[in-house]
């Protein structure tokens, strides 16, 4: 039979049917002390953006605009049901009303962005060219006209939700999302960091630290979709690709809950840089998605 080494103090006192204590984890105050970490919070702050947090907040009304996952989309007269390059309708996925936002520097104060996906296995991205994906996003700078709402699935379709990260309840009536201002700070594993701490990251003593700081940023923080700030990821940061450091503007950052799933837990997000933002120039956007 295998033996477990154990450490000579542990071992006495389970000989003697005492239960050792277990050390406390250290808190962030504690943590904090520690100049490493200290040093990394500060790089943080100096690299926080504001964002808008969208929570969860029930059944959307059937509306042409508001912001929600899934639901009923608004199209104009004789517009086609958005199809991918084989023709098959893709999966709406969401939108935002950026009139019911709090105003966010740089991103629209009015108009909706709509957002749609290829009804394939990996959700219509292209892992190696985030640009190049199966979607689409389409900017209404006004809604209204003639046009009417259609529910979460093309007339006549079958499955059109096989193949999305949506539940089929989110399709059916979609999930309005509350908007709340924030501000967010890039997490370890944004290749922001990379660029700038690569000295501090590849100490093991001080990165080990580092990284528990942002283990507990993550137990306190509340993870949820956002506009704005930094994207998320779990696995890593496609940006340190040299091809799209500069995209730098969450348009639209999903994550899993109760009514959207990407793969097993993970999330996706939607970005632009921020001279074609600036432009409202939306024909180059990035999607990404990832998961555990």
């Excluded at 050792?20 to 990394?40: G, H, K, N, W, Y």
């Excluded at 935002?96 to 991103?107: C, G, K, Q």
């Excluded at 006004?142 to 309840?169: E, F, M, T, W």
């Amino acid at each position: 039979m295998k033996r477990l080494l154990l450490p000579a103090a542990l071992a006495a006192a389970t000989m003697f049917g005492c239960t050792p204590a277990i050390p406390a984890e250290p808190t962030m105050q504690e943590l904090l002390r520690d100049p490493a970490v200290s040093e990394f919070a500060a790089w943080q702050a100096k690299h926080s953006l504001p964002a808008i947090e969208l929570e969860p907040a029930g059944p959307a009304p059937a509306t042409a605009g508001g912001t929600r996952i899934g639901g009923p989309v608004w199209l104009a007269a004789g517009e086609a049901w958005p199809a991918d390059p084989e023709g098959r309708p893709m999966s709406f996925l969401a939108q935002v009303d950026f009139a019911e936002l709090p105003p966010l520097p740089d991103y629209p104060t009015s108009g909706v962005l709509q957002f749609f996906l290829a009804r394939d296995d990996l959700y219509g991205a292209n892992f190696e060219k985030p640009e190049a994906g199966k979607f689409r996003v389409i900017w209404r700078e006004k809604l209204g006209g003639p046009g009417r709402l259609h529910s979460g699935r093309p007339a006549g379709d079958r499955g059109i939700d096989d193949y999305s990260p949506l539940y089929d309840a989110t399709v059916a009536r979609g999930i309005a999302l509350k908007p709340k201002r924030t501000d967010q700070v890039p997490s370890v594993e944004s290749w922001l960091a990379e660029r700038d701490l690569a000295t501090l990251l590849n100490d093991r003593a001080k990165s080990d630290r580092i990284y528990a700081f942002a283990d507990k940023q993550i137990e306190l923080a509340t993870q949820g979709h956002h506009v704005g700030g930094h994207p998320g990821f779990t696995q890593s940061d496609w940006r340190a690709d040299k091809r799209y450091q500069d995209v730098d503007r969450v348009l639209l950052n999903l994550w899993s809950d109760d009514h959207i799933m990407w793969g097993d837990s993970g999330q996706g997000q939607f970005m632009i840089r921020r001279e074609d933002l600036l432009k409202r120039d939306f024909s180059k956007i990035f999607y990404q998605w990832d998961c555990y």
